[in-house]
């Protein structure tokens, strides 16, 4: 039996006759404005492209589910951890985080790692990255650091001055500093890599306990990365590795997997905690509070169409359910509104309703309406107030959060312990790296901070002797300093170390 052939069509169903000649005044033009479908293919194709994110403009997303695989009742009420067993559809979506969408997958980057569950609450969304920190930790530094990482103003070029000048005036990037630069600051695909919640969240469960937590996702592919030289080969032969892996790894059934790691940490255990547990530059070292096995994730379908499901995919770290909400974490709090402010000016006020983003197993029921892009019947005749007596849905006080106490005086506090900003990436360095990975994350830094003025480099190395000696002495000898002025720089205080480096 023959298929009966489809029949192309415009926007609004009618069949077009022709696709190959536009309508013209007779066989040399010109062309008509009548031709209505010609002027519908313009204008759309003039609109395809909608603004790239500003950062985390490059990424592959995937489906796939999340089975529960231990009972954590007693810490979250969140319904799609309720049980063993339970399985909950999840969307993925991998990402470089500086690089515009054309950039290639093998940079030296952070990588995101967002999901996206689709519960029967409504949507979570968790924001991640493959590392456990992150550069700086209030956000009313995020634009002028995010700036620093693009292009120059003037040249339109990457450039190491702005990177390192920024990096080596801001003490608390250089524990991220220092994974970037390690391996691990260029997975080798997305499959093997880890992803971090980062952030402190809050968990809180049906008797009204709450407890602080962090999100560990450990890739059961193990942990692959690229070298610097293998990275810049990578660029030169395919720029877009990491998506075309994800994609074929998925497609011939070799479905990558996660297993989530959870710290759960009491309020009691937080207040006499050693390291400040809303500080996103901070780790809690596993010895202090061993993670517990949650659950595993599994990516399994492709994504249909790029844009439709990928492109369009929009996070949101203020998309919680019951049984999790926000902690006090400065950086959190900043990007509860940033993420839904910068969805609304790429994808418009009803991005909620792109599939890819709507909540496939709980039904919106609120009082915004309109806009652009509605693409529902908008609430029908309900009313669009509350509180109305109409029938309208209203809120129900058992699915508040707990309450938490929060004291003290409005006003711009500085962070009150500066000096740990160094124990930790000295830790690193000395007691969990290998003599090959320092080896490597020195390499890396001097190719990179070569690029800088000395004075940068002499601020950014004392910033590393500060670490970890060794760690500068490394530094400072690949860039052919000399180590008595980094040493000096290194014992002074940040306020004088910057104007003893100070554009002349």
């Known amino acids: 039996m023959t298929k009966k052939k489809s029949v192309l069509t415009g926007a609004f169903g009618a069949p077009v006759g022709n696709d190959l000649n536009s309508k013209t005044a007779g066989p040399r ?77 093998a940079e030296r980057d952070p990588r995101g790692f967002a999901l996206k569950f689709y519960t029967e609450e409504g949507n979570y969304d968790m924001t991640g990255n493959n590392t456990p920190v992150f550069f700086i930790r209030d956000p009313l530094k995020f634009p002028d650091f995010i700036h620093t990482q693009k292009r120059n103003p003037a040249t339109n070029c990457k450039d190491p001055d702005m990177f390192w000048d920024f990096l080596s005036l801001t003490p608390e ?42 999100y560990h996702f450990k890739t059961d592919q193990g942990i692959r990365n690229l070298t610097r030289q293998e990275a810049a080969a990578m660029c030169a032969k395919d720029p877009d590795h990491a998506t075309r892996d994800l994609f074929e790894a998925i497609a011939r059934g070799d479905h990558p997997s996660w297993t989530l790691e959870m710290q759960i940490m009491t309020p009691e255990q937080a207040r006499d905690y050693r390291y400040d547990i809303f500080d996103i530059t901070k780790v809690w070292p596993h010895a202090d509070v061993p993670a517990i096995k949650v659950g595993k994730l599994t990516l399994n379908r492709n994504p249909v169409n790029y844009f439709a499901e990928v492109e369009q995919a929009a996070f949101n770290p203020s998309n919680f359910v019951p049984g999790i909400a926000a902690s006090p974490d400065k950086m959190l709090q900043g990007r509860l509104f940033s993420y839904h402010d910068t969805h609304l000016h790429r994808l418009g006020p009803n991005y909620h309703l792109i599939p890819v983003n709507q909540a496939k197993h709980a039904s919106e029921a609120s009082y915004q309406r309109d806009g652009a892009m509605r693409t529902d019947d908008g609430g029908g005749s309900g009313p669009n107030y509350w509180p109305n007596s109409m029938g309208g849905p209203g809120p129900d006080a058992g699915f508040n959060e707990p309450p938490m106490v929060l004291e003290g005086d409005g006003g711009r506090h500085e962070f009150a312990h500066p000096n740990d900003d160094f124990v930790q990436p000295g830790n690193l360095f000395r007691e969990v790296m290998t003599a090959q990975d320092r080896e490597h994350l020195i390499g890396n830094i001097v190719a990179h901070l070569g690029g800088a003025q000395q004075r940068l480099q ?47």
């Open 29 to 105: 033009g010109p062309v008509l404005m009548e031709d209505v479908h010609l002027l519908e293919k313009l204008s759309h194709f003039d609109r395809e492209r909608i603004p790239e994110r500003v950062v985390h403009a490059k990424g592959a997303g995937a489906y796939g589910v999340f089975e529960v695989t231990a009972d954590v009742t007693k810490y979250t009420r969140a319904k799609f951890l309720s049980k063993v067993g339970k399985k909950t559809d999840v969307f993925a979506r991998f990402s470089t985080v500086g690089g515009e969408k054309g950039s290639a997958d």
């Open 173 to 214: 990037s250089i524990h991220q500093v220092t994974v970037l630069f390690s391996d691990r600051g260029i997975p080798a695909t997305y499959r093997h890599m880890n992803g971090y919640s980062s952030h402190t969240y809050k968990w809180y469960n049906d008797k009204g306990e709450y407890f602080w937590v962090q």
């Open 458 to 504: 002499l601020r950014q190395t004392a910033l590393f002797f500060k670490a970890d000696p060794e760690y500068g002495r490394g530094v400072a000898q690949g860039l052919g300093l000399d180590l008595g002025k980094v040493r000096k720089l290194a014992a002074m205080g940040q306020d004088d170390r910057v104007r003893a480096t100070a554009k002349e």
